[in-house]
């Protein structure tokens, strides 16, 4: 394998004629220089130096291993410097994916926060719900994902995280939303059985699961009439008296509630939301940068 210091020190000898004067340009002594020359030799297997009186000339390996030792000097001293640019804050790429109601509520602030305190670094959204999101964070298309999962989930949703980095984020309450003419409409906290003659907008698939599961723990099976991923559809669905449904805080916040009435619902069901990230990205400096400010909205 060539060594870049021994790429320097083979050009130094060619532009000086010598090793003792090679070792006087870059600041280290004759036998230092006889050593790297040594090395480099043996790395590339044929000799690139030919002594000729006082003076070293180059073989044609040598002259071959020069003219290509600035482009390649050069393209590394470039490397280095963005390296250090990404390392530094001063550039760099993050592309993070979202659900929805997240992308509406924290991600801005967490984007502007970090525009704010590194303007070099940039950052690409994309919406997808989990377990899509996680999905692809471990295939490589991004590198956080936003993401949830219900307090005391059972079955897929166990462990499935467990190769990941997760910083918690929040904690999110899920409140029933009925029309302002249901007959609970004035009703300050409900039991989920007493809606279970009514007919239900659900959202996303792993929404939708969850709220089956709670439905069934007191007792019946929701009628779903409208299931949709768009939580402003879900609030007019409800508004328009079509039925009735459960919606996380966080996606309540970015909608105008219009037409509709906000309720406890007991049991209370929570959501975790939390950003992920594998392990070697939680290294890079863009990507902790990034965490740090999504943390940092979530506490607003």
């Not at 328009?240 to 916040?253: C, T």
Request: net charge neutral; hydrophobic share 45%.
């Amino acid at each position: 394998m060539i060594e870049a210091r021994h790429l320097r020190v083979l050009r130094a000898v060619a532009a000086t004629g010598s090793f003792s004067a090679a070792g006087r340009e870059l600041g280290c002594t004759q036998p230092a220089v006889s050593q790297q020359m040594k090395a480099l030799e043996s790395s590339v297997g044929t000799p690139l130096l030919v002594r000729t009186g006082r003076e070293m000339r180059l073989t044609q390996a040598g002259e071959a291993l020069v003219r290509h030792a600035s482009g390649i000097l050069a393209g590394l001293t470039a490397a280095e410097e963005e390296v250090a640019a990404i390392a530094g804050l001063r550039a760099g790429r993050v592309r993070l994916v979202s659900f929805p109601s997240g992308s509406s509520t924290l991600v801005p602030t967490a984007l502007a926060a970090l525009r704010a305190a590194h303007p070099g670094t940039r950052v690409s959204l994309e919406e997808a719900e989990p377990p899509r999101s996680v999905e692809m964070l471990r295939e490589g298309d991004c590198d956080i994902a936003l993401a949830f999962r219900y307090e005391g989930a059972a079955g897929a949703e166990e462990g499935e995280w467990d190769d990941l980095v997760v910083r918690p984020l929040l904690t999110d309450r899920l409140v029933g939303l009925v029309p302002e003419g249901h007959r609970l409409a004035r009703t300050r906290s409900i039991g989920i059985g007493e809606l279970a003659g009514d007919p239900w907008i659900a959202g996303c698939p792993r929404c939708r699961g969850q709220l089956v599961r709670v439905c069934e723990s007191a007792g019946f099976t929701p009628r779903i009439d409208f299931a949709t991923d768009d939580y402003p559809a879900v609030v007019g669905l409800v508004g328009a008296g079509l039925g009735v449904a459960v919606l996380p805080e966080l996606a309540i916040e970015s909608v105008r509630a219009k037409g509709v009435r906000m309720v406890t619902v007991e049991p209370v069901v929570r959501r975790e939301i939390v950003a992920l990230t594998l392990p070697d990205l939680a290294q890079v400096p863009t990507v902790a940068a990034t965490l740090d400010r999504l943390a940092g909205a979530a506490a607003r």
